[in-house]
């Protein structure tokens, strides 16, 4: 009899269509809203789905990103509750589970994701991942627009600069590449 040593499983690759196309058929119960009172619903509904598309960009990209929003905070925690589709879910949007390591607590022992400010930066450069031409994100100022008593959230400045910066790399890297092709 022969004996194989463990091997480590390594997850596939994300397709960030996957992330799309399960976000968008996930079916949200009353349930994943009970410690969520904040109005209108719809609103709340919208930033957590735009935050599970970012976190398949977070995970593809092995990033870890920051939670912008109390509100969607959460209700993804409401979300985490309903065990089975939460796992369904993971396992179809990301082909694997999400944890969920609060802010104080939780991630593994000896493991650093850099600051808040660095893991919410890293949530902005992941939505610009994922966005569709045109949508406006809701996750940066959504806890000041449902009436949060402590918002949390982006200050807008702050987003446009890392946005820029974005662009400037973006641009930069297509100056390059144009460079680089040859000339006829």
């Not at 997850?11 to 799309?20: G, H, K, N, S, T």
């Not at 919410?120 to 627009?145: F, H």
């Amino acid at each position: 009899m022969r004996i194989f040593p463990f091997r480590a499983r390594q997850a596939a690759p994300i397709d960030l269509r996957d992330v799309e196309q399960a976000v968008a058929e996930l079916e949200l119960p009353e349930a994943v809203f009970k410690t969520c009172p904040w109005q209108p619903r719809e609103l709340v509904e919208s930033g957590l789905r735009q935050w599970l598309r970012c976190c398949g960009a977070a995970m593809r990209d092995g990033q870890v990103i920051g939670m912008p929003s109390h509100a969607v905070d959460e209700a993804w925690h409401g979300l985490i509750l309903c065990t089975q589709r939460y796992a369904e879910f993971c396992d179809k949007a990301y082909g694997r589970f999400l944890h969920h390591y609060p802010d104080g607590g939780g991630a593994p022992t000896g493991v650093s994701h850099g600051t808040m400010a660095e893991q919410l930066g890293r949530t902005v450069v992941a939505w610009s991942m994922v966005a569709r031409p045109g949508e406006r994100c809701v996750l940066w100022d959504l806890d000041r627009a449902v009436g949060v008593e402590h918002p949390w959230g982006i200050p807008p400045e702050r987003v446009a600069a890392i946005e820029a910066e974005i662009h400037q790399m973006a641009s930069s890297g297509t100056d390059a590449d144009r460079k680089a092709e040859p000339q006829n």
